[in-house]
């Protein structure tokens, strides 16, 4: 728990809404790189999180129920 605790705050907001089970340092390092590829905006950078976590969610679902299952959809 303490690691949740290091994240910054606005990372700390979004993975309190996320789907997924996020790990904080595979969070972290999503978040940097985001940040990065956004010029440190960010809005944008949970923005592109959220899209790496839906693009996840999409992939889990094709494994689980193929390629019909409306979750396999979303990307």
């Known amino acids: 728990m303490a690691a949740y605790d290091r994240l910054p ?4 907001l979004w993975v309190a809404e996320a789907t997924l089970p996020w790990s904080p340092r595979s969070t972290l390092r999503a978040w ?3 940040l990065k590829s ?10 592109v999180l959220t899209r790496v976590e839906q693009r996840q969610i999409a992939k889990d679902a094709r494994k689980t129920w193929g390629y019909d299952h409306p979750a396999a959809q979303r990307v």
């Open 9 to 12: 705050a606005e990372l700390r």
């Open 32 to 34: 940097r790189q985001a």
């Open 38 to 47: 956004c010029g440190g905006d960010t809005a944008r950078a949970k923005q």
